[in-house]
């Protein structure tokens, strides 16, 4: 049967197509956007799934919103004004394809930083969107670029990850976020803040949301995959309630409601007195992991490889001296580690800067320094001026 031509545009993902690779024996995995499996929060949920069996009702079809009590949690936890609404959704994955499918017709305008967030590019790909690019810098996207870009083709949605960025790490500063609060504003370009990576601050100041700047301008997505387990597949969308409304009208469509059992589940979860903890402890595993990954890469990799440091998330983002960084990766996969190329996060036919994504969030200190061993080995081998 033939694909829609949609379809047929969009190549499948490197890193899901990789996964099982990356999982065999002795590989070493800096691929996925992986937390750490031994590290999960369990324990926390353990009394609240053995008390799933003692309530049935859960198990009944719920509100494609999303179960009650959990609704009204986000709403005093998020501080939603009265005209704002959430929608629970299967991660916040389907956030971003039910945003696409509300609100992006074929040929519509989506601006995007490059290197973007392979999820997203692959979403609005799928709707057709016309996604236009704008440079990122070690503080966010550049500013004059998006102006110019919103000034001159008038886009629909700006979607940005501005809190450790997937897949450069980069963290938007204050100036940042306030200017594209405004840019929005002025601009009439809905943002899409995904902020997925938001509670994993290892070091420095937590900076407000950026959509806090312009809260009837945007909709924000947030996400329990990384603070609590990807398994549960829970992820939040919020924002104005005519914005909400349209979300929740194609979700009936997509899987008429979220996991209401996992739900109840999360909320016990996300309101049990240790979990505040729970975050603290995945931040100080990151950020040791974090450190000791960065001093090897420092002390290892040959000259014209380049990394920014980061204040948490999960990724580093390697620079690399001319080189083909698939052939790259794939020699790597062969040297039993696995990593991203950084073409995969640019729309095709982008201009690029060869480099690598790094996750340094699944593999433990010892795994890291084996790692960057086999890594700089292929670097050598692969890259020209190195
Ligand atoms: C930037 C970004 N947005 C969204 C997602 C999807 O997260 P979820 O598991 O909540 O669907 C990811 C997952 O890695 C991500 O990196």
Redesign the pocket.
């Known amino acids: 049967m033939e694909l829609t031509h949609a379809l047929q545009q969009i190549q499948p993902s490197y890193i899901r197509e990789i996964l099982r690779d990356a999982q065999a024996p002795g590989v070493i995995s800096l691929a996925g956007?992986l937390p750490d499996g031994d590290h999960f929060p369990i324990a926390l949920m353990e009394k609240s799934l053995a008390s799933l069996a003692q309530n049935p009702a859960l198990f009944q079809y719920g509100q494609t919103a999303g179960y009650g009590p959990l609704l009204d949690y986000f709403r005093s936890q998020f501080k939603l004004p009265e005209h704002h609404e959430s929608l629970v959704c299967?991660?916040?994955?389907?956030a971003?394809d039910l945003i696409a499918r509300a609100y992006v017709n074929p040929s519509d305008k989506v601006v995007m930083e490059a290197p973007s967030?392979l999820?997203?590019l692959q979403v609005f790909g799928l709707a057709q969107a016309n996604i236009v690019s704008v440079s990122q810098q070690a503080d966010g996207p550049n500013l004059a670029e998006l102006e110019a870009c919103f000034a001159e083709q008038s886009p629909k949605l700006f979607y940005a990850?501005p809190d450790f960025?997937?897949p450069t790490g980069v963290t938007w500063s204050l100036e940042v976020r306030q200017k594209v609060a405004q840019l929005c504003q002025q601009y009439k370009v809905t943002l899409i803040e995904?902020v997925?990576?938001r509670e994993l601050r290892f070091t420095g100041e937590m900076l407000p949301l950026v959509s806090s700047f312009c809260p009837d301008q945007a909709l924000v997505?947030r996400?329990?995959?990384?603070i609590a387990t990807?398994g549960m597949?829970?992820?939040v969308v919020s924002g104005k309630s005519e914005w909400i409304a349209p979300l929740v009208k194609v979700k009936q469509s997509a899987d008429l409601h979220s996991s209401i059992p996992m739900q109840a589940v999360l909320l016990d979860l996300i309101t049990h007195p240790d979990f505040p903890s729970h975050i603290e402890k995945l931040r100080v595993l990151y950020q040791e992991r974090y450190l000791s990954f960065a001093e090897q890469l420092q002390a290892k990799l040959p000259q014209g490889c380049h990394f920014n440091p980061v204040e948490g998330g999960m990724f580093v983002w390697l620079t690399l001296p001319e080189c083909d960084d698939f052939a790259l990766a794939k020699a790597a996969l062969t040297n039993k580690v696995a990593v991203v190329p950084s073409s995969v996060f640019y729309k095709k036919g982008e201009r690029i800067t060869p480099g690598l994504r790094l996750n340094f969030t699944n593999a433990t200190a010892e795994e890291l320094v084996s790692a960057v061993e086999r890594l700089v080995d292929v670097i050598k081998q692969e890259c020209k001026t190195a």
């Open positions: 956007g299967t991660g916040s994955q389907q971003l967030y999820g997203a990850v960025h997937n995904d997925p990576y997505l996400s329990y995959s990384k990807p597949r829970m992820g």
